[in-house]
């Protein structure tokens, strides 16, 4: 079954650290670009990182720059965001999505992450 | 970096109705535009891709058209189960930019 599985979210505190993941299956991973977007409650959607198939190359919206890591390890198939210095506004769902030919062509259910005092 | 625009952010319209939806970028993005469709409490998911293409497995019902700066999304009889929040994206120069969003009820 072809999928992407989030997991990592949770409540934490303004300022510490988080990582969350992504497993994939169905599919050769190690083929496609992957991308991590989120979306804050009630807000729209905002794309936030991409890594290349292979790792050697990945891209950072402005806002997070610096402070969220995108990785990945393709033998295991999994995606991974690192979030440091969290702020309240990066509240939201993360959403991970493969992507081909610059459009995401599948999503996975979404984590939550939430920081809060 | 390219901004994208949607309009209307919100609609409402009738079963059966045609319902466009149009997506305007700030810069020529060539034919490099993509749909999503995202209901509520759930995950995104592409609809049309290069902005007129329409992804494996979606109604026909769907479709987009447009190249350059402007382009439109176009359901052309609405149905119950279109209602959620449609979004164009843009790829420009490892940039990938959401517009802002368009809610679609039925009246």
């Known amino acids: 079954q072809v999928q992407l599985v989030e997991s990592g979210g949770g409540v934490v505190r303004p300022g510490t650290s988080l990582r969350v993941s992504c497993e994939a299956s169905?599919?050769?991973?190690?083929?496609?670009?992957m991308h991590w977007v989120r979306q804050a409650p009630g807000k729209g959607l905002e794309w936030v990182a991409v890594i290349w198939y292979d790792g050697r190359n990945s891209y950072y919206a402005d806002s997070v720059k610096g402070r969220f890591t995108i990785s990945r390890d393709n033998s295991k198939n999994t995606l991974y965001l690192q979030l440091r210095s969290l702020r309240a506004e990066d509240t939201a769902v993360f959403y991970c999505?493969?992507?081909?030919?610059?459009?995401?062509?599948?999503w996975g259910l979404g984590t939550l992450v939430t920081v809060s005092s | 970096d390219i901004q994208m625009t949607q309009s209307p952010s919100s609609l409402s319209a009738s079963v059966g109705d045609r319902v466009t939806i149009t997506c305007r970028a700030s810069q020529d993005i060539d034919f490099y535009l993509h749909w999503y469709q995202q209901k509520p409490g759930k995950a995104p998911k592409l609809l049309i891709y290069?902005?007129?293409n329409l992804e494996r497995g979606v109604p026909s019902r769907f479709s987009g058209s447009g190249f350059g700066t402007d382009f439109t999304f176009t359901i052309s009889s609405l149905q119950p189960e279109d209602i959620g929040t449609y979004y164009c994206?843009?790829?420009?120069?490892?940039?990938?930019?959401f517009g802002p969003g368009t809610k679609v009820n039925i009246k």
């Open positions: 994206q843009q790829y420009d120069n490892v940039r990938f930019t």
């Open positions: 169905g599919f050769h991973f190690s083929s496609y670009a």
């Open positions: 290069d902005a007129s």
């Open positions: 999505a493969r992507g081909d030919n610059n459009r995401l062509d599948l």
